[in-house]
């Protein structure tokens, strides 16, 4: 299925991201596997920002988020010879940054104890309560769903992977898989409401931490 | 005015619907603000997602050389040094008969069937949950072999648990 973001008004980075092509990536993979081991930067260079931020969306823990991106790296480089081309090169680092992320959510369920890291430092040139705004809003979204709809809807939204490929790679139906996005959105929807009815980053009643808009 | 349900707007967003449909909708979004507004919201939230801080090690090029360094630290020559099945070609010659991928993990799973039959028995009960962890860590250890050529998906756990369930599901 083809990514026809474009007509409604979705230009969006990852367009041209997946307009790269996959024989590059392939020709890069046969590199590092017959030997050249520094190729391996170029995947890494590649794909680091789509890791890391897929596991910053995911994990709400900016440094574990990172380490996290680092082991989902070595773990497809180690696996990198069972790597089989069927599906593209982005689509199984994908598939290895979710599973990842989800059994980090499994085993040290952070979903009881999870908080808002709002100590990231932004860039100067940033407006630092709008930028703080409106990420806080999508993490507080995030965070109201659960680990298998966040997961769903970051493969959908953040990697644009199609609902067949999400289907594949969580093994349930597509037809389970669009009824949960139709679902997610609603959610998304109410989310919108209050946080406009709230005109504030407050969301659900609970208060951001003190500090979080300096 | 009739609007479309969330699931229409939905299904519209991500392409799953006929032509015919799809034009009706955009129509429909032309006229309507409240729907406009929900797919802009959608909309929004997608490009929000984009903006997510990559955390706070650094930047790009420190991340990248931590990882090769990482990379460099660990051997994990031996690993790559497996034959790659990235555009096999097909096999020739007295084995050609043998599909691989099938025998591999077949003979996985027989090997873990005939451990788990054996090793239970050969160790006193007194060893109790010792016993029990010793299974699953020898169940892993040969079903690695076994399946992580299988499908880009299977490299997830590392964990018994994890192959336990791909043995059911297949």
């Known amino acids: 299925m083809s990514h026809s973001w474009d007509d409604r008004g ?35 260079e ?74 990231q ?5 940033e407006d630092p309560l709008a930028d703080l705004e409106s990420r806080e809003s999508i993490r507080r979204i995030l965070s109201s769903f659960s680990e298998q709809n966040r997961q769903i809807l970051l493969l ?44 504030g980053i407050k969301l659900r009643g609970i208060e951001l931490k003190p500090g979080a808009k300096q | ?25 955009r129509v429909h979004l032309d006229q309507c603000a409240i729907c406009k507004n929900k797919v802009a919201n959608w909309t929004a939230f997608r490009e929000g997602l984009e903006s997510a801080n990559p955390g706070v090690s650094g930047g790009e090029d420190s991340f990248v050389n931590e990882v090769m360094s990482r990379i460099e630290a ?3 020559t031996p690993l ?15 084995l050609a008969w043998i599909d691989r991928s099938a025998v591999v993990p077949s003979l996985g799973i027989a090997l873990a069937v005939a451990l788990l039959s054996i090793v239970p028995n050969s ?16 169940l892993e250890s040969m079903l690695l072999e076994g399946f992580e050529e299988e499908s880009p998906f299977m490299v997830e756990g590392t964990d018994a648990f994890s192959f336990v369930e791909v043995i059911e599901e297949s």
Request: aromatic share 12%.
């Open chain 2, 1 to 25: 005015m009739n609007h479309p349900d969330t699931e229409k707007l939905s299904d519209y967003l991500d392409s799953q619907l006929s032509s015919q449909e799809s034009d009706s909708i």
């Open chain 2, 80 to 94: 790559l040094a497996r034959p790659k099945l990235v555009r096999k070609e097909p096999s020739a010659g007295i």
């Open chain 1, 10 to 44: 979705y230009a969006s980075e990852y367009d041209c991201f997946v307009s790269i092509s996959n024989e590059e990536d392939l020709a890069v993979v046969d590199k590092v596997l017959s030997g050249d081991r520094e190729a391996f930067a170029i995947l890494l």
């Open chain 1, 46 to 119: 590649k794909y680091q920002g789509k890791v890391r931020g897929y596991c910053a969306n995911m994990i709400f823990n900016s440094v574990e988020s990172d380490d996290l991106a680092q082991e989902i790296f070595l773990k497809a480089y180690k696996s990198l010879a069972s790597f089989d081309g069927s599906a593209k090169f982005s689509t199984w680092l994908f598939s290895i940054s979710s599973n990842h992320c989800k059994d980090h959510l499994r085993k040290a369920k952070v979903r009881k104890f999870m908080r808002f890291d709002s100590s």
């Open chain 2, 74 to 76: 660990a051997d994990y």
């Open chain 1, 121 to 125: 430092e932004l860039s100067a040139d």
């Open chain 2, 123 to 138: 160790i006193p009960e007194t060893s109790g949950g010792q016993q029990d962890s010793y299974v699953a860590f020898s």
């Open chain 1, 156 to 199: 959908r939204e953040y990697y644009g992977f199609t609902y067949e490929e999400i289907a594949s790679h969580l093994k349930i139906s597509i037809e389970s898989v669009r009824a949960r996005l139709k679902r997610i959105r609603g959610k998304i929807d109410k989310s919108f409401a209050e946080l406009a009815r709230e005109s």
